[in-house]
């Protein structure tokens, strides 16, 4: 069964600029969920989405938002990018039925300059 | 306050020892997981093993397992005979409330060196 996947895996930005990130579950996973990652701030939860639906949302500026589509693949969209959300981006899938682990993708390196 | 304390930092270890990686985390919930991921310099996050709050036997998963102390509210990692490719970024998590689908929470991580 192939893994979750990310792309790209590597994106350079400018500020002020926007950026859409993809990401394609475990096949049959049902539940994304996205995380950053920064040296400063370890890993943060950004939201999770589940058939469609966002079911969870962690503590971002409305900049972030993500959307999930019928065949489960998500993307999450950062609009006016800052320094500062220069990150590793990484996506997780579950099976969203009581599933216990979540696996993660190889993640998505944004540097913004 | 912090929901999942991982109190080294960093540590240095020969290879072919065993090692224990401490982890102490916060919950009022009685149902509840505990997870371990490895992240290697490559940035992917692996699972290793998960712990629910309920199960009786610490969980084991090869030279992996879960030293599962409820009342101290610790569940620390102890990988056995440890090797080279161990080395890399180590982190600790908890999903709180498991007949919900919830967020997981992660603390800051213990950066694992093997010395050959």
């Known amino acids: 069964k192939a893994g979750v996947t990310q792309t790209p895996r590597y994106l350079i930005k400018t500020r002020g600029q926007q950026v859409t990130l993809s990401c394609s579950p475990i096949?049959?996973?049902?539940?994304v969920s996205w995380y950053q990652q920064t040296p400063g701030q370890g890993l943060q939860f950004l939201f999770e989405?589940?058939?469609?639906?966002?079911?969870n949302k962690g503590n971002f500026p409305g900049r972030f938002s993500g959307r999930q589509f019928s065949n489960s693949r998500s993307e999450m969209n950062v609009s006016t990018l800052e320094l500062g959300d220069s990150a590793l981006y990484l996506c997780?899938?579950?099976?969203?039925?009581?599933?216990?682990?979540?696996?993660f993708g190889p993640g998505t390196r944004l540097t913004v300059t | 306050a912090q929901k999942i304390t991982q109190t080294q930092p960093g540590m240095f270890v020969q290879e072919k020892e065993a090692v224990t990686l401490d982890c102490t985390y916060d919950?009022?919930?009685?149902?509840?997981?505990l997870f371990w991921y490895k992240q290697p310099s490559s940035g992917e996050m692996i699972f290793l093993i998960y712990?629910?709050?309920?199960?009786?036997q610490n969980a084991t998963e090869g030279r992996y397992s879960l030293n599962f102390q409820k009342a101290r509210k610790s569940a620390n990692l102890v990988i056995s005979a440890s090797q080279l490719g161990d080395s890399a970024m180590y982190f600790c998590?908890?999903?709180?409330?498991?007949?919900?689908?919830?967020?997981?929470?992660f603390g800051k991580g213990t950066r694992l060196h093997i010395l050959p």
């Open positions: 998590a908890m999903r709180e409330g498991m007949n919900r689908d919830d967020k997981i929470i």
């Open positions: 712990q629910g709050s309920y199960d009786e």
């Open positions: 919950t009022s919930d009685q149902s509840y997981g």
């Open positions: 997780a899938s579950r099976s969203g039925q009581g599933g216990k682990e979540q696996y």
């Open positions: 989405y589940f058939s469609e639906t966002q079911r």
């Open positions: 096949s049959g996973h049902r539940s």
